[in-house]
Nanobody, 127 residues
Framework: QVQLAESGGGSVQTGGSLRLSCAAS???????MAWFRRPPGQGREEGAA??????????YYADSVKGRFTISWDYAKDTLYLQMNTLQLEDTAIYYC???????????????????WGQGTQVTVSS
């Protein structure tokens, strides 16, 4: 059974940085792990960044965060990170860590492909 717990959210001014952490248990080398976010007033999550725990260079970013966010997986600590730099007002959202076992039908940007989710952590960017 996969369990995920995010931490590291908070308030920051535009241009600032935050690092989110997601402590995971039960994740294997055959999982996809992602950071999704839900901006205020939106009813669904949008993918920000994801990776394959099996490695192989499979790391993907949404265009809106490319060049500013870095996702990483610490194999020794079973922890997923999201380093967020040059934060913008539009990055304000609840950020969720998600995990899902690989399959032929896995859609990496679809929230429904991910079977396990953390509780979310709030990130607020202000001017």
């Amino acid at each position: 059974q996969v369990q995920l717990a995010e931490s590291g959210g908070g308030s920051v001014q535009t241009g600032g940085s935050l690092r989110l952490s997601c402590a995971a248990s039960g994740v294997t080398s055959n999982h996809r792990m992602a950071w999704f976010r839900r901006p205020p007033g939106q009813g669904r999550e949008e993918g920000a960044a994801l990776l394959y725990t099996g490695g192989g260079g499979h790391v993907y970013y949404a265009d809106s965060v490319k060049g500013r966010f870095t996702i990483s997986w610490d194999y020794a600590k079973d922890t997923l990170y999201l380093q967020m730099n040059t934060l913008q007002l539009e990055d304000t959202a609840i950020y969720y860590c998600a995990a899902g076992p690989a399959s032929d039908s896995f859609n990496i940007w679809s929230p429904t492909s991910y079977t396990d989710w953390g509780q979310g952590t709030q990130v607020t960017v202000s001017s």
